[in-house]
């Protein structure tokens, strides 16, 4: 399984981006997807999943961010609205299947 992110950029605090992830190769395998992010210095860190048409948020994007896709066809898109200095970060997607598998990350940075 290979996850490609994309919708990364530079955006001015409390704008809005929406980063896609889509997989491709066996995507019959994945069971669940998620986004984690990595701020500089700090270890990645879980902010959205999904699976079985569940969805968890962390308490920090909780109200601001939207995780919706399709996880039998491998996608899962994160809608970031009102975001702030704090959500600069590299943003990760992820699947889970016979093995965890990541995308090479996007670049996110919100500026004041």
Known sequence: ???VESGGGTVQAGGSLTL????SGDTICISAMAWYRQR???GRTLIASSTDGNTYYADS???R???SGDIVRGTLNLQ???LKLE???VYYCNANGPYGYWGQGTQVTVSS
Not at 20 to 23: D, G, K, L
């Open 1 to 3: 399984v290979q996850l």
């Open 20 to 23: 896609s992830c889509v997989a």
């Open 40 to 42: 500089p210095g700090e």
């Open 61 to 63: 994007v909780k109200d």
């Open 65 to 67: 961010f939207n995780a």
């Open 80 to 82: 970031m609205n009102n």
């Open 87 to 89: 959500d600069t970060a």
